[in-house]
């Protein structure tokens, strides 16, 4: 499985973006597909995940802010990110791993094995 992060950028307090996950190499079965973050000088940490049923997961940092969905004819999965704040700085990550430990520990570094390059988000004014 290969992933594809794109859509990062700078915007300003308040503003959207909109990340997009590109997988490709998988099976015909979606995968649970989480998004990560790391801000400089800090550890890697789980923004939000879809499961392969569809069910989103958000951390409480995102949670109202953010939206995850996924278009399987495109298999892409998407970070619709709203009202952010500087604090939302990082490069941001795709990821995908074991369906089991995915569902258990769904913003979980270790529930995820195949990773994506990351795209930049810069939020300031």
């Known amino acids: 499985v290969q992933l594809q992060a794109s859509g990062g950028g700078l915007v300003q307090p308040g503003g959207s973006l909109k990340l997009s996950c590109e997988i490709s190499g998988f099976t015909s079965d979606p995968l649970t597909i989480g998004w990560f973050r790391q801000a400089p000088g800090q550890g890697r940490e789980g923004v939000s995940c879809i499961s392969s049923h569809g069910l989103p997961t958000y951390a409480d940092s995102v949670k109202g802010r953010y939206t995850i969905s996924r278009d399987t004819a495109k298999n892409t999965v998407y970070l619709q990110m709203n009202s952010l704040k500087s604090e939302d700085t990082a490069v941001y990550y795709c990821?995908?791993?074991?369906?089991?430990?995915?569902?258990?520990?769904?913003?979980?570094?270790?529930?995820?094995?195949?990773w994506g390059q990351g795209t930049q988000v810069t939020v300031s004014s």
């Open positions: 990821a995908t791993g074991s369906t089991v430990m995915s569902t258990m520990y769904p913003l979980e570094t270790s529930s995820y094995s195949s």
